[in-house]
């Protein structure tokens, strides 16, 4: 069983900067691949980045390639998420995800979710 919380969201103007954090209970977090999603009001939540249990494979959206850039210490049972670059369309409930399989994109692959939080770019 893995708790997954994630902190750090807020509201920022168009070209700001946020970082994600996901803080991971259990001892076998080193094992997991994890993925960050979002979902904005009334869309279908969708992926944004996905990172292997060891950090040497990494995947995001073309949506966010370049901005967003996700990482993890392994040491702090803790998966990262920095957005520069900000835009309103980001603004979503982000929601990070634990898969003990490889890092992928498709969220019916992560048997453990976070609660979400709350990023609000403001134009």
């Known amino acids: 069983q893995v708790q997954l919380i994630e902190s750090g969201g807020g509201l920022v103007q168009a070209g700001g900067s946020l970082r994600l954090s996901c803080a991971a209970s259990g001892r076998t977090f080193s094992s997991y691949a994890m993925g960050w999603f979002r979902q904005a009001p009334g869309k279908e939540r969708e992926f944004v980045a996905a990172i292997s249990w060891s950090g040497g494979i990494i995947y995001a959206a073309n949506t966010v390639k370049g901005r967003f850039t996700i990482s993890r210490d392994n040491a702090k049972n803790t998966v990262y998420l920095q957005m520069n670059s900000l835009k309103p369309e980001d603004t979503a409930v982000y929601y990070c995800?634990?898969?003990?399989?490889?890092?992928?994109?498709?969220?019916?692959?992560?048997?453990?979710w976070g609660q979400g939080t709350q990023v609000t770019v403001s134009s």
């Open positions: 995800a634990a898969d003990r399989g490889p890092p992928g994109s498709s969220r019916k692959n992560y048997d453990y």
